[in-house]
């Protein structure tokens, strides 16, 4: 099972692919020198500056509501994921290992009692960030974060981030759910719960109502996410102690991890909670091309990588093609990429015209380095896409998530060196 690092398309740097296997790497090298040596290729990915955070709030007319953004905090080391606390307070996970607390206006400095992590390239690190269920009585707090194995190196917060990141290393990591009680200020009784071994890296989490833990895994490359005895490419589901619960779709079934729910996952970077049709949506990112957002059912297979809409980095598409029987296809798609990443679905009272809408973040369209953006995707009672519109796109910052706050505005991150808290009110 490879457990290396390889290109996705939320990389900026393409010339630093990190892995452990030799044989991987050579499949890579090769694959890169293909790019590299093709006219496209040689045209490269190119890129566009992107512009420097706005000291003032700014504002926008867009098509059904006028809209103010505002910088709530600068110096985020490439903020990964973010959410609310009771008081309306934000814990942000900075990918580099930090936990930070933005409260009443200000960033905390790293929150004490997390574990060191491995964060030694563009995407491994400290990744999602929840709730307990049941945080106001205990004050538990689940993160997921690549674990250290064997002397491998510990970034301890030196994790190397910027846009893209870069950095050399692929020292064994273990995918890793730990928790701990929050006071506030500092966590304690941090103790692991879930560990995925050969999963390597990007993950997000979901309570789901009946009590239960969703967590993502990253399926690329290879055929690990087809692979029913591996923890690659699944969304996995543990009780909040890290058992597995007993009526997950594969337990008792010969040749299934029973921890997998659902298989044939590229790179999960989303998963929520649809109240009004009581399902799971996931966005998910594809290559180059085929991003992808699925409404995901107990035991389905989502045809990572045999089927997709993307083509590999090289060119050819998938080898199945575009669909396949027994592989649930998604419900929105994106060709060319967004590089997909957070979303939310706005329930809302302060945008009205935006109840029910999907908001989700992307760092780079078409490929292209630097031009990140948010795009509102508009359904219909049965949940089919009708309208979309792109937002924040003259600014290019790669936005990692988005969230709907307790008071019904938009908090989003920037996965940048210098990333921010933004917030978006309406204007009127
Ligand atoms: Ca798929």
């Not at 933005?102 to 929840?130: C, E, M």
């Not at 950095?167 to 009680?181: P, S």
């Not at 993307?310 to 296809?329: D, K, L, N, T, V």
Request: proline share 7%; hydrophobic share 35%.
């Amino acid at each position: 099972m490879p457990r290396g690092i390889l290109p996705t398309c939320d990389q900026n740097d393409p010339g630093e692919p990190l892995m452990r296997s030799r044989r991987l790497r050579i499949a890579v090298a090769a694959l890169f020198s293909a790019i590299m040596a093709g006219p496209a290729g040689a045209q490269g990915r190119g890129g566009i500056p992107v512009p420097a955070l706005p000291d003032q709030p700014w504002e926008y007319q867009t098509a059904n509501a006028n809209i103010r953004v505002r910088v709530l905090t600068a110096g985020l080391e490439n903020p990964w994921s973010l959410e609310f606390l009771p008081d309306a307070s934000i814990l942000i996970t900075e990918r580099n290992g930090r936990l930070r607390h933005f409260k009443d206006g200000k960033l905390s400095g790293p929150v004490p009692g997390l574990p060191a992590v491995v964060a030694d390239n563009f995407i491994s690190g400290l990744h999602d960030i929840k709730l307990h269920p049941d945080f106001a009585r205990n004050r538990l707090v689940y993160w997921v974060y690549n674990k250290g194995e064997g002397g491998a190196v510990a970034a301890a917060g030196g994790g190397r981030g910027g846009r893209g990141g870069g950095g050399r290393g692929g020292g064994a990591r273990t995918l890793t759910v730990a928790r701990g009680v929050f006071d506030g200020t500092a966590l304690t009784k941090v103790e692991d719960v879930i560990r995925m071994e050969g999963a390597s890296t990007v993950s997000r989490m979901l309570f789901l109502p009946d009590g239960s833990l969703l967590v993502s895994t990253w399926g690329d490359p290879g055929q690990m996410a087809q692979d029913k005895m591996g923890l690659s490419g699944k969304i996995l589901r543990y009780n909040p102690d890290g058992t597995i619960p007993k009526d997950n779709p594969f337990v008792g079934k010969e040749g299934y991890r029973p921890e997998i729910y659902t298989l044939g996952h590229r790179t999960p970077e989303s998963l929520v909670w649809h109240e009004p049709t009581k399902t799971i949506w996931e966005s998910e990112m594809g290559p180059n091309g085929g991003d992808e957002i699925n409404v995901i059912q107990a035991g389905g297979n989502y045809g990572w990588p045999l089927v997709s809409l993307g083509r590999s980095y090289a060119g050819p598409y998938q080898p199945e093609g575009f669909e396949h029987e027994g592989m649930i296809a998604p419900v929105v798609n994106f060709v060319p990429s967004i590089s997909t990443t957070g979303m939310t679905f706005y329930t809302g009272d302060r945008f009205p015209a935006w109840k029910g809408n999907l908001f989700i973040g992307g760092v780079r369209f078409g490929e292209i380095a630097g031009t990140g953006r948010i795009q509102r995707i508009v359904f219909n009672d049965n949940m089919e896409e009708i309208r979309r519109e792109t937002l924040l796109e003259d600014k290019r910052w790669r936005i990692r998530d988005i969230r709907q706050g307790p008071d019904g505005l938009l908090y989003v991150i920037t996965d940048e060196r210098n990333g921010a808290l933004l917030r978006i009110e309406p204007a009127d």
